[in-house]
């Protein structure tokens, strides 16, 4: 089970009971109050910005001037052994109430929700039967933490159960219904406040995960680029030429994505961002931006009129990583989560960050921006670096002709300790990001290369190996490259399809 918990949101934008919400970060001065078990269900999908699934979700409530205030809110997928319950339930009040007490708002109160719907022949009570143990886990986790909870909810098929209301005339044995979506005065101030609530979790990764449309095509496309473009990354002859045709090539296609004609509804998009998408280009794309130095040129389409279309870019070729290159979208994947963390969309930076850890559990760079992410820092410390290397890049270009294009500069956003000099191999491994064997290094290394600000560094990670994203000296990511280097890789593996999310229930989870 490989569940990560995930804070959103600050610790002061909504209300319970006793005041005034405001809701969302806006300016207009929007406010609602929540009273009943009802409004507090209605109100958990504006709380998270999504609709939750098979999910236990607390929220944590403050005490100011004798109002309740929501605070941070975090979620984690609902295990399917029940033997897991009560370490998960664990795991999501420790990670709630610490990562409050880090930023000095330790929650005072909580609300519980356990989210999922019904199974084949299950009925809605059924499953808030089912549940009620998990929700008492819950409870008493809170409850050893000296944090109280407030109300427990369940949701499914469309009813709600209260947990902590013994009054059927209130809380009625086969639920209440909830809501049409939209109707409620919390989801008119929502939409006043600028609040938007997508549809679930898996809607958002599907979005991400391999197409099987043409899957057979893009693994022989990503097999021939592969045989022509891992000798010459791995050459220090050609390896800035290889980063200056994949960083071309990748503007081009987002000069194309810019100028697409606007479609209706997510799916059509994204089938439009495929056809505008050769399975040659893709391959190219692909394998290029493996290379460390040319993925944290790509980086720099982070804002402005580039964020949108470049983002398009990298769930696009994620989606292209099929079969045996699964573990390829880590690169991508991360991409993705950035532009949308630096553009606001924090849920969906999560996600892509998650699943670029589910693909490659060691990617230092998706590791470092997921923790950032889910502890709220603000990514302005990165987009500085990077404009500043972008802008000292094109002056170098301007000052010593195209020669100098080429060169990356010295920002690497996860970058590690030299190979060994005497191993020249590995030197050009470490340097295009090929993962061949070399030095490994501390952690206290790649946290002080970090483009953070002073006081707003995530805390360290482990040691990491001298390539981010490998578990291991020897292995490399490019079958083509293990056909060209049999010598020098090690046993590579590929992550299946299923198993690219890191948040929600299991590695298969949604």
Known sequence: ?????????????????RGAVPLGRSTHDTQVTLRTPAELADALPYLLGYRPEDSMVLVALHDRAGRGRFGGRARLGIPSNKDDWESAARQLVQGLVTGGERRGVRPEQMVAYVCQEPAPGESGRDVMRRLMPLAQLLRTECGRLDVPVIEALCVSDGRFWSYCCPTEECCPPDGSPMGLPGTSVLAAAATYAGIQVRGSLRELRARLLPSETGAVEQEIALDSAGMALVPRILDDAFRA???EETLALA????ERYAGAIPVSGTHQADLRDDALLSHDEA???ILGLQDRTTRDRAAAWMEGDEAGPALRLWRALARRCVGPYGEHAAALLTLAGWVAWSTGDDLEAREALA????ADPDYLFARLLHQACNEGLDPESIRRCLRRERTERTGRVSADGPAAAGDAGPLH?????????ADADG???AASGIRRRSRPRTADTADNRRPWSEGTRPRQVGSEPTRPGSSGPARTRTRAAKKAEPSETGGGRATPEGRRSGSGRNEEDE
Do not use: F
């Open 241 to 243: 030429q290889v980063a």
């Open 251 to 254: 503007g081009r296609v987002i």
């Open 355 to 358: 699943m670029a850890l589910g």
């Open 427 to 429: 030197g050009r491994a």
């Open 1 to 17: 089970m490989t569940n990560h918990s995930e804070t959103t949101g600050s610790s002061e934008n909504g209300d319970l009971t």
């Open 283 to 285: 391959a190219t794309l």
């Open 413 to 421: 956003l996860d970058a590690a300790d030299d190979a060994d000099p």
